[in-house]
């Protein structure tokens, strides 16, 4: 790099570079030369600046929730017949990504070796809201509708998770509504092949309520940890 020549008075206006520029490529190209020397093979400047933006995304990832850690309050779990796994992912993974309602989790994710009863529990109590995936399978699956009424029971018992329950159809494969068991048909469902799913999600999935749902969870969570000292 001849830098000399970028301040002589003779230079074109187009080969100019402020200094900040010439200081940038400097340092790009210093790091290239270092990851040389240390065996790598050598990488041009712009190699260098993907490797850092790798890095950075790396640590940014390391900051986001641990979606396994007991103690974090989902925004929504995905109750499901076991058939429909992928599909509850898929669910998962589109009002996460596109619609940021984040973290959720899905009924088969829950931990391994527990009671089925006691994961339902921790499931239901552990996030904002309960979606219920309504699909042909549902009915092929006597622990759905366990799931389902269990569910509307706790929404029922528990003034603030009044509401909390959300029956989805997906947009294949999808439950119709005369199928439907009639305590569900009561509860207005998303569905996803519809138009106007994008603003039926916004107006169920207010942050408002998960915060303060979130609060009350937490309290109960102290509590518990609590009586567990000293009992």
């Known amino acids: 790099m001849r830098v000399h020549n970028l301040m002589g008075t003779g230079s074109s206006k187009q080969n100019f570079m402020s200094p900040v520029q010439v200081d940038g490529n400097i340092k790009s190209e210093t790091r290239a030369l ?3 020397k ?3 093979e050598p990488c041009a400047p712009s190699q260098v600046k993907e490797e850092n933006f790798e890095e950075e995304a790396t640590e ?3 900051g986001e929730l641990d979606l396994s850690n007991k103690d974090v309050f989902y925004k929504f779990v995905i109750l499901h017949a076991e058939s429909d796994t992928d599909e509850a992912l898929r669910l998962q993974g589109r009002l996460q990504n596109e ?3 984040r973290p959720g989790i ?3 994710d ?3 070796g527990r009671q089925q009863l006691q994961n339902l529990e921790d499931a239901v109590n552990g996030s904002a ?3 219920i995936l309504l699909t042909e399978n549902f009915l092929k699956e006597t622990w759905c509708e366990f799931q389902a009424y269990a569910s509307l029971m706790n929404s029922v018992n528990k003034q603030h998770k009044y509401n909390s329950v959300i029956p989805v159809r997906p947009a294949a494969n999808w439950l119709p509504r005369d199928r439907t068991p009639l305590a569900l048909q009561a509860i207005r469902a998303l569905e996803e092949g519809s138009r106007a799913f994008a603003k039926q999600v916004e107006k169920t999935f207010q942050d408002s309520l998960y915060k303060k749902q979130q609060v009350i969870w937490q309290k ?3 509590l518990a940890n609590q009586y567990q000292e000293d009992p």
């Open 34 to 36: 270092e990851v040389w």
């Open 38 to 40: 240390e065996g790598s």
């Open 60 to 62: 940014r990832k390391k």
């Open 99 to 101: 619609f940021h309602i």
């Open 106 to 108: 899905i009924f088969a």
């Open 110 to 112: 829950m931990p391994a």
């Open 129 to 131: 809201w309960t979606i």
């Open 220 to 222: 109960e969570q102290e």
